[in-house]
């Protein structure tokens, strides 16, 4: 039996039952050795130098191997029954009273946690407002259940807590996960009947997840992402804020450019993201629901959910907003989590109930968020969202429904997305000089500089040149180069409302100034002191121009900073 206050250091002393003795102490590292070796037969007993709790070698190691590969399984491991240590004690060490779903009912901040004389003794600051001297509170170990332990975080509940919940649930974030795993011991093992029901589905779960294997395909998708994001890093698109121009380049979603025979964008911008944050939160939601639906329905189809969802993410991105590059796999990740949420709804029986409540929970919790903070904020497209979840939801509902109803519900998903197509098509047909509008931008600050050198030059040559000297170089210079940008723009009258009053001034600046220099030109070739004033009115109009140009950049600049 555990001698009284024995130190709970000294826990990890293990013996091996011999018919001439008990053989050891070992530490468990050490028996595992020794099991593995084959020095211990698998049915050989082992016992635990102070809780005295007995097992067969081959269990043992079992036990010890499933506790070190299992996959995480979001919930708190529940310590194996057993493991309490009557007793002992746990000198106090510095504790986090952490929030689920609200505060810690009783304590918060930082303080300390501790066990001795059958008491757990925590101490910290009140809930009550401004409450800034520390109180001490005393639970009997007899009223702590279901303990459990997660890293550095240990979770139990109190029974009989006086307090309106029948059972209080508490969480304490310790300093490491030796001393969570060292306080977990000196707590009683007894469970409640929904812990025991909590216990059963983690184990059941941890055994669903390790018989389906690793999430292949999840973890690829994640690592092409994340390859594409560095690849575009170091090519400049940016690492933090990501440049639209070349975001557009790379592959972005940009309706005039999809619909012009681009579809394949619909598709490369799934891959694409406009900065770390964007692929981090955005792969970081991937695994969370990724890694349960790949088990659950099996790679090929998961790869299918994520592609279609993405698919009619991007699709419904350019039928709703025409002049944004679209990026990032959010429309897929809305998908992912849309099928799995669809499929547990419908088929909670899949995973034991517990765990089927939580992600359930978990997904409505995320959608309902990120549609709230989708429409409330701008630079985020809210349709990919919506259009992915839709297609998601749709897919889900066709792999665990009965042929019928699957075969209905991937028919209004190919609905949606040949109907979403042909009207992307038709919408973006208004705005089909868009393109062409961004690529004359991007070319025409340097016709203007070149044309801007030329008449500096005048300027600074007025009083040397003659008449035809001037004339010439207006003639067959300024002039053309003028009208070649004026001949440009003025082709280019179907843009999006958002570059609409931009194409409309610099249309204008350009034009004024094409008109300045013909009066000009004129004026010379007539010897008419009047061309001057003429040439000067104009520039004073194209300068009228310039101010809304500025203004529209002004603007363009404070949207920039608002998007996210």
């Known amino acids: 039996m555990t001698e009284p206050n024995t130190s709970i250091d000294a826990l990890d002393t293990w013996f091996i039952l011999g018919p001439e003795g008990d053989l050891g102490p070992v530490s468990k590292s050490q028996l595992v050795e020794l099991i593995e070796s084959g020095a211990i037969a698998p049915d050989a007993l082992v016992r635990n130098g102070y809780s005295n709790q007995q097992w067969l070698a081959g269990a043992f190691i079992a036990s010890a191997f499933a506790a070190a590969e299992a996959e995480p399984t979001d919930e708190l491991a529940a310590r194996p029954l057993g493991d309490f240590v009557p007793n002992a004690v746990f000198d106090a060490e510095t504790v986090e009273f952490q929030n689920f779903l609200g505060a810690d009912p009783v304590l918060r901040g930082k303080g300390t946690a501790g066990v001795a004389n059958g008491v757990l003794s925590l101490r910290g600051r009140g809930r009550r407002l401004f409450a800034l001297r520390k109180r001490d509170e005393h639970i009997p170990l007899e009223q702590v259940q279901d303990v459990a332990v997660s890293g550095r975080v240990l979770r139990f509940t109190v029974a009989d807590s006086g307090l309106r919940q029948p059972r209080q649930l508490r969480l304490l974030r310790l300093g490491s996960p030796n001393s969570a795993a060292r306080l977990a011991l000196c707590l009683p093992d007894s469970a409640s009947e929904s812990g025991q029901q909590v216990r059963a589905d983690t184990q059941s779960y941890a055994?669903?997840?390790?018989?389906?294997?690793?999430?292949?395909?999840?973890?690829?998708?994640?690592?092409?992402?994340?390859?594409?994001?560095?690849?575009?890093?170091?090519s400049g698109v940016g690492w933090l804020k990501g440049n639209a121009a070349l975001l557009l380049d790379f592959g972005g979603n940009f309706a005039v450019a999809t619909t012009g025979g681009e579809w394949w964008r619909l598709v490369s911008s799934m891959f694409l993201h406009s900065g770390l944050i964007h692929v981090g939160f955005n792969m970081w939601a991937l695994w969370e629901a990724g890694r349960v639906a790949e088990r659950l329905f099996g790679s090929g189809r998961y790869v299918a959910l994520y592609l279609l969802a993405g698919l009619l993410g991007s699709i419904a991105s350019i039928n709703w907003q025409?002049?944004?590059?679209?990026?990032?796999?959010?429309?897929?990740?809305f998908g992912v989590i849309g099928g799995l949420l669809a499929a547990l709804l419908l088929r909670p029986d899949l995973l034991p109930g517990t765990i089927t409540r939580k992600l359930q929970t978990s997904a409505t919790l995320f959608i309902a968020y990120s549609l709230f903070n989708g429409f409330t904020h701008t630079g985020i497209d809210n349709a990919a969202h919506v259009g992915g979840l839709v297609a998601g939801a749709l897919i889900g509902t066709a792999y665990v429904m009965p042929m019928g109803r699957a075969l209905a519900a991937t028919a209004v998903t190919l609905m949606l997305i040949g109907g979403g197509t042909v009207r992307a098509v038709v919408v973006a047909e208004p705005y089909g000089d868009e393109l062409a509008f961004r690529q004359f931008l991007s070319s025409y600050p340097k016709a203007e500089a070149r044309l801007n050198d030329i008449a500096l030059s005048l300027q600074t040559r007025a009083n040397t040149l003659s008449p035809q000297e001037l004339l010439r170089v207006l003639e067959h210079e300024m002039i053309p180069g003028w009208v070649e940008q004026d001949t440009r723009i003025a082709a280019l009258p179907r843009v999006t409302p958002r570059s609409r009053s931009l194409r409309d001034n610099l249309a204008s600046f350009v034009h004024l100034r094409r008109e300045s220099w013909e009066l000009l030109s004129d004026g010379v070739r007539r010897n008419d002191a009047s061309g001057v004033e003429a040439f000067k009115r104009k520039s004073a109009e194209a300068n009228v121009a310039m101010e809304g140009i500025k203004a529209w950049i002004e603007q363009a600049n404070k949207d920039k900073g608002k998007q996210r």
């Open 207 to 234: 055994m669903f997840l390790e018989a389906r294997g690793p999430a292949f395909a999840t973890l690829a998708i994640m690592a092409i992402n994340f390859f594409v994001f560095v690849v575009c890093g170091f």
């Open 322 to 333: 025409q002049d944004l590059v679209g990026v990032g796999a959010s429309g897929a990740v």
